[in-house]
């Protein structure tokens, strides 16, 4: 019995001092860390900056302008489909997009998918428990002239412990009204990993 305690024992300190080893660090968001070789918060910001960059400076953009006396265009952010063999989230890459956007002051953004559904249960609440004067009106969203969407697509190549993965991203801007596309991006990223 005494030989079991002292085993449970030593079992405790080793974990004890197991998370007593590990070691986490604040870096700077921009620093570059590759750990496992997969989609990383590196490839999300390169993408983001890569199809921010080409998108506002498109052919579409001016043409827009100039068709409409001067005014933005007003852009929602569809759906981009992950098609690739990875978990990867869209969103942080779409959101910079969105900023860049609205910073610059570009163009306009509306809200789509589930925080425009957020939107119009908050508002059909209100006509229940808003006073009239602050109750906001249905029928008067601002509609998008331009929907932003894409696809993730990933091939893998592998032999033994080495693997070459190749991510592609295309966004897609179409015009609402006649379906048209207004401009085409993509941005490629291609990893060897040697283990």
Known sequence: MRKQFVIIGLIISALTLGSCARKVIRVDTDTQIDVS?????????????????????????TDYMQANGGKKPVLIVGLVRNKSHEHIEAETF??????????????????????????????????????????????LETGADFMLQGNINSIVDAHKRQKVTYYQIDLELTNIQTNEKVWIGDKKIKKFIKN
């Open 37 to 61: 070789g997969r989609w990383n918060d590196t490839d999300s910001r390169l993408a983001a900056e890569e199809l921010t960059a080409e998108i506002l400076n498109g052919d579409w953009l």
């Open 94 to 139: 779409t959101k910079d997009i969105e900023k860049a956007f609205i910073k610059r002051q570009v163009a306009r953004i509306v809200s789509g998918g589930e925080m425009r559904e957020e939107l119009r249960a908050e508002r059909a609440d209100q006509q229940d428990n808003s006073s009239l004067s602050t109750m906001k009106k249905f029928g």
